[in-house]
């Protein structure tokens, strides 16, 4: 059972385009991480949010935790090729330690 | 050590032989996972370790699957009679404890294709 599904499963965007990656679950967590993973690497931590509602941006990446801490969001603006790769939320469901990943977003960003 | 070190990073096995794959956490992580990840696809949970506490071992997909975790330290993951679509990456990742409170640090994988 997925406790973690994003959408879309696959994005491939133009150079300069914004997108939104979604990370929805039906179980409660006390925070989410979003990661990226290059080909051949391990995944890297991107940002960890807490409260529900918080907003973080990371340059021209903004994440969003829902307010009833089941949901996230990720938001490019003005997507680059160097953003190409999978990205991934992870969190353990509130009362457990069993730490999750997402079904992945895989992003293609062409020049 | 300084990162997760895990190993063998690539291996090639027959059909039916068994495989073990090693990691070793960074020194004084108490939780210690296993995941599994297919070709383009996400990570898939297998088992994590935390302290002396008995292992969550709810995503080990099939009892030809186990792993152990000896001296709260170093893990090893043992596939017994593989099959074709055991092959994929085995990520093993550490933190301080158990929890998503805590940052998780990955090691660079072991790569399994089973022929």
């Known amino acids: 059972t997925q406790l973690l599904e994003q959408s879309p499963q696959f994005l491939s965007i133009q150079e300069g385009e914004n997108l939104t990656v979604y990370c929805n679950s039906s179980s409660v967590f006390s925070s989410l991480q979003w990661y990226r993973q290059e080909p051949g690497e391990g995944p890297v931590l991107l940002v960890t949010v807490v409260t529900g509602g918080e907003v973080k941006k990371l340059k021209r990446l903004t994440f969003q935790f829902g307010d009833a801490r089941k949901d996230s969001s990720l938001h490019i603006t003005a997507a680059q090729p160097g953003d190409t790769g999978l990205y991934l939320c992870a969190g353990a469901p509130s009362g457990t330690y069993k730490y999750i990943f997402g079904t992945g977003t895989r992003l293609k960003v062409l020049a | 050590g300084a990162g997760v070190s895990q190993s063998p990073s690539n291996k090639v096995t027959e059909k039916g032989k068994d495989v073990e794959l090693r990691c070793d956490p960074i020194s004084g992580h108490t939780a210690l996972y296993w995941y599994r990840q297919s070709l383009g696809q996400g990570l898939e949970f297998l088992i994590y370790f935390q302290g002396n506490s008995a292992p969550d071992k709810s995503g080990l997909p099939s009892d030809r699957f186990s792993a152990e975790r000896t001296g709260g330290s170093v893990s090893t993951l043992t596939i017994q009679r593989t099959q074709q679509e055991d092959s994929a990456v085995y990520l093993c990742?550490?933190?301080?404890?158990?929890?998503?409170?805590?940052?998780?640090?990955f090691g660079e994988g072991s790569w399994l294709t089973v022929v």
């Open positions: 990742a550490s933190s301080r404890a158990a929890g998503s409170g805590n940052t998780i640090y």
